[in-house]
């Protein structure tokens, strides 16, 4: 017999149909998009010809790190909702994207001074670096203030992060104001979100932390469809919500990290994708987590070709783009939602 709320086996099938072929589709759509004009069989036969250089040193990897963290804030988002069991949650609830943006603001506003000694502890990644501190230290805060205010479920982590949220937002705003004109610039850049520092380098930390977090939420899918139900029924099931909400928040943490470190922050994927998915393939998380996934990767890879093809030759950040379609989308499920 079939579960409530749970997809019939029948619209199975052409859910993950489609899932797939916008997830194939996005990869060729995002490489031949661009500037600069590309000659895949060029590129393949002649390693040292200018479409080569085109195909492995610019757009694959940009192709990729658009795909990992499209992936990762899609996982994050499925998390969060399901901790907060809101659908209108998102990896930036918690406000540790915006201390990741804060720390990373100091490096690029402040220069010289904090600027070079990061640097020194992490050469060549003083940026990332900030934002990884950043991040780290939002974390304990959120947690050490949301547990104050609720030790059982996640409603002070809630709280406690949208608090933050907009003291760093304020900060943030503080640093441009204060910073010299070229590197104010620069961070009202990086907060937009974009994926064109992308580099072979900057690949493997994501990929890391987005597969592992997404092998130990896909083996706890149970307990995220019982915390889905409520707390009061997860706690009669026999779950311990304490270790499962820290479980929740510093998995989504530390995979928020891991992106906005190397993209800066990129809004409302993390939020939309979820939903979506949730749609297609029912709320049960075994078969959930895979499909945000997949359509937070393709979602994030489309909207960067559209940002490089709607000014060409210029570029536009992303997160401009997934800004213009999320925020109508956001509205939307508002308005949806029942009281």
Known sequence: MRRAGMPRRGTRWPAWLLLGLLSLLSLPLALYSGALPLDLAQ?????????????????LPRVLLGWLAGAGL???????QALFRNPLASPYTLGISSGAALGAGVVLGVGGGLG?????????????????????????LVWSLGRRADRLAG????????ALNF???SL?????????????????RWLMGGLDAAAWSALPVPALVCGLALGLAWLGSRELDLLSLGAQTAHTRGL????????????????????V??????????????????????????????????????FLVLCDALARLLVAPAELPVGVITACVGGPVFLLLLLRRPR
């Open 155 to 162: 409603g002070g982590l809630l709280l406690a992060g949208v």
């Open 43 to 59: 590129a393949l036969h002649d390693p040292h010809s200018t479409s080569a250089l085109i195909l492995w040193e610019i757009r």
């Open 261 to 298: 470190a190397v993209t800066g922050p990129i809004g409302f994927v993390g939020m939309m994708a979820p939903h979506a998915a949730r749609l297609l393939v029912g709320p049960g998380h075994r078969r959930l987590l895979p499909a945000a996934v997949l359509l937070g990767g393709a």
């Open 240 to 259: 311990h919500l304490p270790w499962l909400t820290a479980g929740i928040f510093w998995l989504s943490s530390l995979v928020v990290a891991a992106l």
């Open 116 to 140: 070079g000694s990061l640097g020194v502890l992490l050469p060549g990644w003083s940026v990332q670096g900030g934002a990884w501190l950043g991040a780290a230290v939002t974390g304990l």
């Open 172 to 188: 943030l705003l503080l640093l441009q104001v204060l910073a010299d004109p070229s590197q104010s610039l620069r961070l009202l």
């Open 74 to 80: 899609a996982l994050a988002g499925t998390l969060l």
């Open 167 to 169: 003291t760093f937002a």
